[in-house]
């Protein structure tokens, strides 16, 4: 099974980046699929879910209005639209999926994808 996680990148205060998360060898239709970053120094914190059967979608509060998660069944992706970037939104952000439901702790998560840099300019 393997997560590959794109579309990071350099960007400035304002911007938008929109990352994905590609599954291989997993077929997404009952799984959970998460977002989480990390940035230095930090510890892993979750950022937003989406249950591929649908249902709510849980955000953070810091993304809350910015940020939303999306999947495409026939791609067999999960995105992440990050609007109006903040300089404290720079970590490497990861995708990771587990069994049905979505939870907002890392270590329930049993596939994780190699994560993606994010860095924010002020």
């Known amino acids: 099974v393997q997560l590959q996680a794109s579309g990071g990148g350099l960007v400035q205060a304002g911007d938008s980046l929109r990352l994905s998360c590609a599954a291989s060898r997993l077929t997404f239709s009952t799984y959970a699929v998460a977002w989480f970053r990390q940035a230095p120094g930090k510890e892993r914190e979750f950022v937003a879910a989406v249950r591929w059967t649908g249902g709510r979608t849980p955000y953070a509060d810091s993304v809350k209005g910015r940020f939303t998660i999306s999947r495409d069944n026939a791609k067999n992706t999960v995105y992440l639209q990050m609007n109006r970037l903040k300089p404290e939104d720079t970590a490497v952000y990861y995708c990771?999926?587990?069994?049905?439901?979505?939870?907002?702790?890392?270590?329930?998560?049993?596939?994780w994808g190699q994560g993606t840099l994010v860095t924010v300019s002020s």
């Open positions: 990771a999926a587990r069994n049905w439901d979505w939870s907002e702790r890392a270590a329930d998560y049993d596939y």
